[in-house]
């Protein structure tokens, strides 16, 4: 199994950024968590993190192309208004999780839509930085038909 781990804009100040909502742990640190689950499980990561909404775009077309399993996705702020990255997600035959460390749904008005999760095969909202893990099992119970 093959995943990839998108990250949109600001994520790469994890650890430095409102650490009262997202937290102390850097974006590495996240990584490096996850590298070691998926070394345990036989699961090839690759990791990408952009702060411009076309990067983003192309890594979502590029999954499909090079056939990988599954996108787990924090989108950021592009979450609530991003509808050529929801139109990207739409565009591709891969699985993406939608995830967001903070709960998107107890925060500000304008937070709490997501334009992206409609065309998603789930969320993830609110479980700090252990929401990457628990998308990855999401995608482990998935392969194993569970």
């Known amino acids: 199994m093959k995943l990839l781990i998108l990250n949109g804009p600001n994520l790469n100040r994890l650890g430095k950024r409102e650490p009262g909502i997202y937290g102390a742990k850097t974006l590495e640190d996240v990584e490096r968590n996850l590298d070691k689950i998926a070394s345990l499980e036989g699961v090839e990561l690759g990791f990408f993190q952009s702060n411009s909404e076309g990067a983003l775009i192309d890594k979502v ?14 989108p950021g702020a592009f979450t609530h208004y991003s509808i050529a990255l929801r139109d990207a997600v739409a565009s591709v035959s891969v699985p993406v999780i939608e995830i967001h460390i903070s709960n998107i749904h107890s925060r500000e008005p304008f937070r709490q839509k997501s ?16 929401g990457y893990e628990l998308a990855f099992h999401a995608f482990l119970l998935q392969r194993k038909g569970v």
Do not use: K
């Not at 077309?61 to 924090?74: M, P, S």
């Not at 789930?122 to 252990?130: A, E, H, I, N």
């Open 115 to 130: 334009v992206i999760a409609p065309v998603c095969i789930g969320q993830l909202s609110g479980f700090g930085t252990d």
């Open 61 to 74: 077309h590029e999954a499909e192309d090079v056939g990988l399993d599954g996108i787990i996705f924090n």
